[in-house]
């Protein structure tokens, strides 16, 4: 079984530390999604009932974010509230990681960061809610996404529903194609966009259930191939909002950004903001939904890659 040792400067839960020491498998799970992603208390409820839903499915769940300047591999209950409640976390990405460790603050961490501290922890597979990408006008404005080079450079398995149509979803698919991403799509020929099973962009790669996920996460692993796998798993369809429901909020919500002159890190938590006032909440409604499908899988590709893995 392959065990891990656990890292001075971190800081793990008890129960955390015993699985990654005994070779269990372990999801890790965003913070930026609790507190910058979702409103109170629906962030704080979604984050538990996730955790637990990793429980029921085999696995054990690892929530990451940096506590009073620690890397946290796993939270306390009070240390998620305070995630979810405290208006001074910051929204950290790599770039971040340093800054908030010196300085002993408060950091939820994106995609990219969590990835990172995933990978430093011996965590493989990480379970969140949407990607960042390559933003609409990026051509000028440069806002690409760390997520996307760490996907490029980091040994992590990140289960999403795809990439939200508030960033240009073509470009960034041609960018994780720049980074030699693999983009394996669950049983779907048309990668997800997020709130919609569709996109107009077909699947890079269609894959069926986690056990075919895991086989591809150690078929490039074991033969040398570092670097990210993207794992897109669209909403159900129960849950689904038609992309045409959307795109006028959308529309509306990237205006607002451009009249406001909201730029950098803040243009996500903006947009997300925005979105889920301008639906009445349906849109949250969606990506709790949706979250709950890919803790689903994320937690069986957990599983399936240990049993390849050991
Ligand atoms: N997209 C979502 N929900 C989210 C995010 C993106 O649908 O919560 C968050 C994730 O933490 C992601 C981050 O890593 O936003 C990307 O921010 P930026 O675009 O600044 O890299
Ligand atoms: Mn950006």
Known sequence: MTETTLRPGFSYTEEVAEALTSGAPVV?????????????????????????????????PATLAVIGGRPSIGLEPAELELLAQDE????????????????GRHGATTVAATMRLSAL???DTFVTGGLGGVHRGAPRTFDISADLTEL?????????????????IGLTLEYLETEGVPVL????????????????????????????IAAVMH?????????????ANPIPAEDEIPAAEMAGVIEQALTEMDERGIRGNAATPFLLGRIVELTDGASLQA?????????????????AYKNLAR
């Not at 609790?34 to 696995?59: C, F, K, T, W």
């Not at 689903?296 to 590709?301: E, I, N, Q, T």
């Open 121 to 123: 922890a011996g965590i």
């Open 219 to 231: 078929a490039k692993w074991s033969n040398g191939l570092p670097g990210g796998l993207a794992i």
């Open 287 to 303: 990506n709790i939904a949706l979250v709950r499908a890919n803790a689903r899988l994320g937690a069986a590709v957990a599983v």
């Open 185 to 212: 799509v669950n049983g779907s020929e048309e990668f997800p966009s997020f709130f919609s099973r569709g996109s107009g962009f077909p699947s890079p790669l269609v894959v069926d259930g986690p056990e075919e």
């Open 88 to 103: 001074d976390v910051l929204k950290v990405s790599v770039r971040d990681l340093p800054f908030v460790i010196a300085t």
């Open 152 to 168: 490029g450079q980091t040994s992590v398995a990140v289960v999403s529903a795809g990439v939200k149509s508030i960033l240009d």
């Open 28 to 60: 890790a799970l965003e913070s930026t999604i609790i507190s910058h992603g979702m409103p109170y208390p629906q962030n704080i409820e979604m984050a538990r009932e996730i955790e637990d839903l990793v429980r029921a499915h085999g696995a054990v």
